[in-house]
């Protein structure tokens, strides 16, 4: 298996743009998570779902933020509008129904000018 | 809410020698630990995960222990190696699978 797949790999944007940040999980995985890596927060769980259905979005941080999952090998989260503090690394990860191990894509270096 | 804090927060060491990565968290009611590796601009791997019924777990030269009561878990390394050298994560599952709460990391380098 590929692995979790993440594009773009890096994005720079200017602030008030839309940035959209894509993820392909593991075939045959159950859950899908997105986090957030910073210097400051470390990295922390923004939202996932369980078979494409969003269950916990309590770390998004801002209505600025959204997240789908259309189907079972696609998701996407969104920031509009961007702004600089958004900048970060953002990870998706995913999860069998059976194990307790997530998987970690390479991770979206966002920078938001 | 569950903090999780690694001590220490960076560390340097020549290669060869056998070291101790410290994890302590604050909310005993965990389901499981682990430990994750993260090399720069690439993802995080898991190394080890270990219940809350276990003590300990072991892969290779890597040996992860669990002290649930006192909120602590170690991650020993042996006989490091500088292919050893990446930031360390320690994680705490709050619920199965699915709500890890990450530690700061511990940078390590590895001397050769």
């Known amino acids: 298996d590929a692995g979790v797949i993440q594009s773009p790999r890096h994005e720079v944007t200017e602030m008030g743009q839309e940035v959209t940040l894509r993820c392909k999980p593991i075939?045959?995985?159950?859950?899908l998570f997105w986090y957030r890596q910073t210097m400051m927060r470390g990295l922390e769980l923004l939202i996932y779902?369980?078979?494409?259905?969003?269950?916990?979005d309590s770390g998004m941080p801002e209505d600025r933020f959204s997240a789908k999952m259309p189907n079972a090998s696609f998701s996407t989260l969104k920031i509009q509008p961007s702004e600089p503090r958004d900048s970060a690394v953002y990870f998706c990860?995913?999860?069998?129904?059976?194990?307790?191990?997530?998987?970690f894509g390479p991770g979206t270096r966002l920078t938001v000018l | 809410k569950q903090e999780v804090t690694q001590i220490p927060a960076a560390l340097s060491v020549p290669e060869g020698e056998n070291l101790v990565l410290n994890c302590s968290f604050t909310?005993?009611?965990?389901?499981?630990l682990q430990w994750f590796r993260q090399d720069p601009g690439k993802g995080l791997t898991s190394l080890l995960l270990?219940?809350?019924?276990?003590r300990e777990q072991t892969s290779g030269r890597l040996n992860a222990s669990l002290d649930k009561s006192s909120g602590r878990s170690t991650l020993y390394i042996a006989a490091s190696q500088p292919g050893d050298s990446a930031t360390y994560l320690c994680?705490?599952?709050?619920?199965?699978?699915?709500?890890?709460?990450f530690g700061a990391g511990t940078i390590l380098r590895v001397k050769s």
């Open positions: 990860a995913s999860r069998d129904l059976t194990a307790d191990t997530q998987y």
């Open positions: 075939s045959g995985h159950d859950y």
């Open positions: 779902f369980n078979n494409n259905v969003p269950i916990d």
């Open positions: 909310d005993s009611a965990i389901y499981n």
């Open positions: 270990i219940q809350s019924s276990q």
């Open positions: 994680a705490v599952n709050m619920e199965y699978g699915n709500k890890l709460v």
